[in-house]
């Protein structure tokens, strides 16, 4: 048992962006190791078909169980939306996505029951956010909407330019048009952009991080699986990260997103597993 909850949690994304996912782990479960990987030699899987991210997904699952992790986050949405249904079925380790908790914590925050969802072609597509809101309450209001030029706009750091304010205008309108009250943040890029969608939305609307829910969800999780990690944690602390093209990009926007420095980042070739 002892062994099995030191075992490191398995977090992965198409690239850099499930950094902000597991940046919220780090902070709300600091007792927990973590194995981070991020296919930087595929992204993006925004603009891919639900076939190739659930390939995509397996295949990194495969190699996370090579590490021995003991659950497993999958930290992008789109990932979350197109293969989370499947692979849970084939595991018997715990596996949660980001969609689900976001999901839930939009429905609790509404009032007017109009909630938007900005996210990348492939989840907009999955419809996953719209289901999952429509059954915790059916009379809510779902508008979603693709925003495919953040993610670059993110990785280019432009998170407060002129340029992103006037792209997240443009994107924004039609949802503030039809008076929502709720924003989801549906891409592990988006949080980045908070302070200028702030601006474009103003105070009225609230925006929803999936990322903290779902830090909250894994806590539970674990718990309730008898699987949370009791030694001591500046023993314990690790966190590795893999990646499937050692671009320096990766390193740079780690740097900038969690408190330490990653020094060591491992490439390694997915298309093996
Ligand atoms: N990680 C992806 C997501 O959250 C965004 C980047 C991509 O398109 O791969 O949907």
């Known amino acids: 048992m002892t062994d099995r909850c030191n075992a490191p949690i398995g977090v992965f994304d198409s690239g ?9 782990i780090m902070r709300n479960l600091p007792e927990e190791n973590i194995v981070y990987f991020g296919d930087t030699a595929r992204v993006p899987y925004g603009s891919k078909s639900r076939d190739t991210v659930l ?13 021995e992790v003991k659950a497993i986050v999958i930290a992008c949405n789109t990932a979350s939306a197109y293969a989370l249904d499947e692979v849970e079925k084939e595991l018997d380790i715990p596996i949660i996505g980001v969609v689900k908790p976001g999901a839930r914590v939009a429905c ?16 907009i597509h999955s419809g996953i956010y719209t289901n999952f809101i429509k059954n915790q309450d059916p ?43 709720t924003l989801i ?18 105070d009225k609307v609230s925006l929803v991080n999936p990322a903290y829910e779902t830090a909250r969800e894994l806590k539970e999780l674990l718990k309730e699986q008898n699987l949370t990690n009791l030694q ?42």
Request: with cysteine.
């Open 108 to 123: 609790e925050v509404t009032k007017n029951k109009k909630i938007g969802v900005i996210a990348t072609e492939a989840t």
């Open 16 to 24: 850099v962006g499930g950094l902000t996912v597991a940046r919220e």
């Open 185 to 202: 943040l549906g891409c592990t890029h988006y949080p980045l952009l908070r302070s200028t969608l702030r601006e474009v939305v103003g």
């Open 55 to 67: 390939r995509y997904s397996r295949q990194i699952i495969r190699f996370l169980r090579t590490q």
């Open 232 to 273: 001591d944690q500046k023993e314990a602390r690790k966190y590795m990260f893999y990646v499937s093209d050692l671009a320096e990009k990766f390193r740079k926007f780690a740097d900038s997103i969690l408190p330490f420095d990653v020094n060591t980042t491992k490439q390694i070739s997915i298309e093996e597993y």
């Open 139 to 181: 009379e809510i209001q779902v508008i979603g909407k693709a925003c495919p030029l953040f993610v670059p706009l993110v990785e280019e750091g432009w998170l407060k330019d002129s340029v992103t304010f006037e792209v997240a205008g443009r994107y924004l309108r039609e949802l503030m048009d039809q008076d929502i009250d």
